[in-house]
């Protein structure tokens, strides 16, 4: 308070020098605010990691995470490791995989470069003022900005038809649903998509969800995406999204609220991914597996073979908290058609999926986990695009890549105009 005060006397004093003393007022007020917000989102770093993007990463104790300013997190006592694990036995921080290969992997994140945060922290990429100055609330920064709802069939609850096209939002999908879904497992492709205007995203994730599409819809969100407003750049990031409540009050991205319990030192959710696939040229993906434990049952993530990220606990969730009802894996832009064309945002490559593999953009080995807690295959798998002459998607299926489709394309074309 005694800052405020000081604060505000500093601004009307200064104010005939300067202009309007109530817009001083206001922008004084505003400063406040973010400061706050800043202070509450950005924890006191026991190390701190400049990334060649331009990014902070702060290593910040395990136990002074976000997570723990939610009320029902005070007593919470960390889980280290996952009770169960569905693709075998977790030992220590690896994972041991049951069957086939435990591949190498290439790719890793870009502030890797400059270091790594000592065991018992934990990588956050610190939010800057322009970061939350960019959003169009200081409270709902690292928020979605309107609910983005899809609904591709009409067997889930009450269809209001204006929501799949609101606010201009595109997917290119591969779904199930119908049944109980207890985690999901892919492969993504990453690429770097050219976003026309900075709201507009372009992002590849897949979704883990369940109730009502129209009010208490809880989803849980992991994938790659680029997002001029959120990051302040076009970086290729790691990103996961959660919320209880169709996206209204509760959950956000990466660690910008509490909720999510990390305990990985390696992975930084929101850093940016490298490297990425070329067209005609060397390809990268990410492997996502989320998971709900039958014991506690929290829903853990991991990324790659053997970082397991952390998990979001049970509680944050109505519907969620038993199991989930549908399961999507694709990709989504914003359409802001400001010139009264379609966006030229692209998804994915940018590239149509008939150009296949080195060229567009695919999610391979998609897998669910079932009711007895199995990784499979799933059944009736279903597609679905808004407008397939801007973005596409084809469903495939072989021995080394199991089911997988490819996805995307380059938005506005002459036969989207
Ligand atoms: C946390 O523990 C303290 C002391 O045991 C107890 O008084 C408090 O009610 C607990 N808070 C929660 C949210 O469980
Ligand atoms: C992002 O890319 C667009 C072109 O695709 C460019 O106009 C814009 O300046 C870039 N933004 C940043 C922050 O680099």
């Known amino acids: 308070m005694k800052v405020k005060a000081l604060f505000y006397f500093i601004f009307l004093f200064m104010a005939p020098l300067y202009g309007s003393a109530a817009a001083r007022l206001n922008m004084a007020r505003r400063n406040l605010q973010v400061k706050r917000h800043l ?38 006592t960390i889980q280290m490791r996952p009770n169960y694990h569905p693709e075998g036995v977790f ?24 270091g790594r945060c000592p065991k018992g922290t934990i990588p956050i990429r610190r939010t800057s003022e322009e970061d939350v100055l960019r959003a ?32 201009g939002h595109q997917h290119a999908i591969a779904y199930v649903e119908g049944d109980q879904y207890y985690g999901a ?10 976003i026309q205007h900075s709201n507009e995203f372009s992002l590849s994730q897949l979704w883990i969800l369940g109730g009502s599409f129209a009010s208490d ?58 490297p990425i696939s070329g067209y005609h ?12 434990d039958p014991q506690e049952g929290n829903w853990w993530m ?50 149509f999926p008939e150009e296949g593999f080195g060229k567009a953009s695919y999610i391979r080995n998609i897998q669910i986990v079932d009711g007895s807690n199995n990784l499979r295959a799933p059944k009736d798998i279903a597609t679905f695009t808004e407008q397939s002459n801007c973005y596409d998607v084809q469903l495939g299926k072989n021995g080394e890549w199991g089911n997988y489709f490819y996805f995307g394309g380059p938005g506005r074309n002459p036969n989207c105009p």
């Open 136 to 167: 169009s609330s200081i409270k709902r920064y690292g928020m979605k900005k309107h609910k983005n709802i899809f609904r591709p069939t009409s067997t889930v609850s009450a269809p209001e038809p204006d929501l799949i096209n609101q606010n």
């Open 39 to 76: 202070s509450r989102l950005n924890k006191n770093p026991i190390k701190s990691i400049k990334s060649p993007d331009g990014d902070i990463i702060d290593c910040v104790h395990i136990s002074h995470q976000p997570a723990f300013d939610h009320p029902f997190l005070k007593n919470h």
């Open 217 to 274: 819809l809880n989803s849980i969100e992991a994938g790659w995406q680029v997002s001029p407003d959120l990051y302040g750049d076009n970086n290729t990031r790691l990103f996961t999204y959660w919320t209880s409540d169709a996206y209204q009050a509760t959950g956000c991205y990466n660690l910008l609220c509490s909720g999510f319990i990390q305990i990985s030192n390696e992975i930084s959710m929101g850093a940016s991914i490298h």
């Open 91 to 114: 030992s220590g921080n690896k994972q041991v995989v049951k069957n086939g290969v435990n591949k190498p992997k290439a790719i890793t994140q870009l502030w890797h470069m400059k």
């Open 185 to 194: 497992k892919a492969t993504i492709n990453v690429w770097d998509p050219k």
């Open 281 to 292: 040229n060397s390809q990268y993906d990410i492997s996502i597996l989320i998971w709900k």
């Open 302 to 351: 991991q990324f790659g073979n053997d970082h397991v990220l952390g998990y979001w606990p049970a509680f944050l969730f109505s519907y969620l908290s038993d199991s989930a009802s549908m399961i999507e894996w694709g990709g989504e832009v914003v359409n802001s058609q400001s010139d009264g064309l379609h966006t030229t945002t692209q998804m994915g490559s940018g590239h």
